[in-house]
Every structure is written in C-alpha cells, then in structure tokens.
C-alpha cells in the first residue's frame, strides 16, 4: 500500500522504494506510541508517509539547485597553467607532508599566514604568559617560516 503510494507520486521507481523504506523505518522507530486499531495504524502510517513525500521533494529541489551550480561553476573557464607550476609542485613534493597542506591552504585557497596563537592552538609550544609576543620579521619558527627554509634550500 504505501509503495503504490509513493510510486504514484515520484517519479523514479527507486525513489518510491527509498521512500518506503523511510516511512516504514519510521514507524518501526516508533513503534510503541503506534495506535491500536488498524485503520487509526493505517492513518499514522499515510501521515509520516506524507512527511516523507515532502521532504522527497525538498531535497530533489535542492539537489537541483546544488547540480545547476556546479554546471555554471564548471562552464567557467580555467586559465592555462604556466610551467612554474610544474615546477613549484615538484617542489612541494619534496617537502614534508605537513607542510606541504599549509603552503596548498595559504597559496591555493588563500588561507592567511597562520600566526603563533594558530600554531599554538595546533598543539605546539605557547610562548611564557609574561613573554612578549615575537614580531611578525622575528626568526621566531613558525611553520610558514620552517616552509619557506625549506623552499629555500630546494631552490
């Protein structure tokens, strides 16, 4: 009864099965405050099977806004790639893998430079409460400093 329910009103069949299991696993959940009488059952079981129906469709809405999104994000155009790049991927392979994943966040998403309270948070050492902070030109080792020694030397 209710998968004829949901196949009259979805349009795919595997959709309407989906649906089904959802209601009936909703029920089962349920199962203790179920009424007593089988048409007061069948009532409850039609109303969370209506729920299920409308959040069907509010998710396939946005599935379909989502996919239209990522459509015209795809039509844009890339630009070429120099053959820096190449060589600065090289590069990047040979340093450690952590740093490796902080020049990709700071240089590909544009994440800034973390600071020492970031890489304190990180589980390295915190500077003394009384210890004045370093200033941003100190050669205090930061890991965007420890990088960039390292981009240093593959040069």
Request: proline content about 9%; some cysteine.
């Amino acid at each position: 009864m209710l998968l004829r329910y949901f196949a009259r009103r979805v349009t795919l069949c595997e959709d309407a099965a989906d649906c089904t299991s959802e209601t009936l696993l909703a029920l089962w959940r349920h199962r203790s405050r179920l009424p007593d009488t089988e048409d007061q059952r069948r009532a409850r079981a039609y109303g969370i099977a209506r729920k299920v129906l409308a959040n069907h469709h509010r998710g396939r809405t946005r599935r379909a806004v989502a996919a239209d999104a990522l459509r015209a994000a795809a039509a844009t155009p890339v630009a070429p790639i120099p053959d820096e790049a190449f060589t600065a991927a090289e590069a990047l392979k040979l340093l450690p893998a952590r740093d490796q994943e902080l020049i990709r966040l700071i240089i590909w998403e544009s994440c800034p430079s973390p600071t020492r309270a970031e890489s304190s948070a990180s589980g390295r050492e915190q500077p003394e409460p009384d210890t004045p902070e370093p200033s941003p030109d100190s050669a205090a080792p930061t890991p965007i400093s420890r990088t960039r020694s390292g981009i240093r030397v593959v040069r």
